[in-house]
């Protein structure tokens, strides 16, 4: 299993890879926070022409994860304390209503969710600097599973479209402590263990220890 396989089954749009390209690669690089994006150079990375950069950057703008600046071009919004705090709350609340609701209906994905976790425990011995983004990818993953078992496929739309910040911010949290992979790992293994005995109380809890700590180390000076 790979973290967020690419649909196969017909050829992507130009427009199409542009937005992949930004969405998987640019938006989540925590250097490029601030930095204002070349059109052509965009475009000879993905190989396309430049009018399907342009329609990508105005649907990330829509999504606020792009800002538009007159006669300067796309710039990657720096995000900001608030905006971090206001995702680990809308996080805190999709999930522990998704961790209620999955386990009410029987549909908690505990085996996809263990293989999730096995995979970052194999990625936690390395080094941040070489395993980082897709650690965070599992890790997005992960959570994303637990969102899906609610069966409220707008509700899983609208966490999928957080994705972006959340590798970001995942990324730049895996930073601020030299353990940080290994702690994720830990407070993943509470989650899962709270959701196979069937404990929503708990699964809230562990949830909630969770968001708290990478909010923590974002926000610490």
């Given at each position: 299993?790979?973290?967020?396989?690419?649909?196969?089954?017909?050829a992507?749009?130009?427009r199409?890879?542009?937005?992949?390209?930004?969405?998987?690669?640019?938006?989540?690089?925590?250097?490029?926070?601030?930095?204002?994006?070349s059109?052509?150079?965009?475009?000879?990375?993905?190989?396309?022409?430049?009018t399907?950069?342009?329609e990508a950057?105005?649907?990330?703008?829509?999504?606020?994860?792009?800002?538009?600046?007159?006669?300067?071009?796309a710039?990657v919004?720096?995000?900001?304390?608030?905006?971090?705090?206001?995702?680990?709350e809308?996080?805190?609340?999709l999930e522990?209503?998704?961790?209620?609701?999955?386990?009410?209906?029987?549909?908690?994905?505990?085996?996809?969710?263990?293989e999730?976790l096995?995979?970052?425990?194999?990625?936690?011995?390395?080094?941040?600097?070489e395993?980082?983004?897709?650690?965070?990818?599992?890790?997005?993953?992960?959570h994303?599973?637990?969102?899906?078992a609610?069966?409220?496929?707008?509700?899983?739309r609208?966490?999928?479209?957080?994705r972006a910040r959340?590798?970001?911010?995942?990324?730049e949290?895996?930073?601020?402590r030299?353990?940080?992979?290994e702690?994720?790992?830990?407070?993943?293994?509470?989650?899962?263990?709270?959701?196979?005995?069937g404990?929503?109380?708990?699964?809230?809890?562990?949830?909630?220890?969770?968001l708290?700590?990478?909010?923590?180390?974002?926000?610490?000076?």
């Open positions: 299993m790979k973290p967020d396989p690419v649909e196969t089954g017909e992507l749009s130009g199409e890879k542009a937005y992949q390209h930004l969405y998987a690669h640019v938006l989540v690089d925590p250097s490029m926070q601030g930095a204002f994006l059109e052509q150079e965009l475009a000879e990375q993905v190989g396309v022409s430049r399907p950069v342009r950057l105005l649907m990330l703008a829509a999504d606020g994860l792009v800002e538009m600046i007159p006669r300067r071009g710039r919004p720096v995000i900001t304390g608030r905006e971090i705090a206001e995702l680990m809308l996080r805190g609340v522990r209503h998704a961790a209620t609701v999955a386990l009410e209906t029987g549909r908690v994905p505990l085996a996809e969710m263990r999730v096995a995979r970052q425990h194999e990625l936690k011995e390395q080094e941040p600097t395993s980082g983004r897709e650690f965070i990818e599992w890790d997005r993953r992960f994303q599973l637990l969102v899906d609610a069966g409220n496929g707008l509700m899983s609208s966490y999928e479209k957080l959340q590798v970001l911010v995942g990324v949290a895996l930073f601020r030299t353990d940080r992979q702690r994720v790992c830990v407070e993943h293994d509470e989650i899962v263990a709270a959701l196979a005995a404990d929503p109380q708990a699964a809230r809890e562990a949830i909630d220890r969770h708290t700590v990478t909010l923590d180390l974002l926000l610490r000076s």
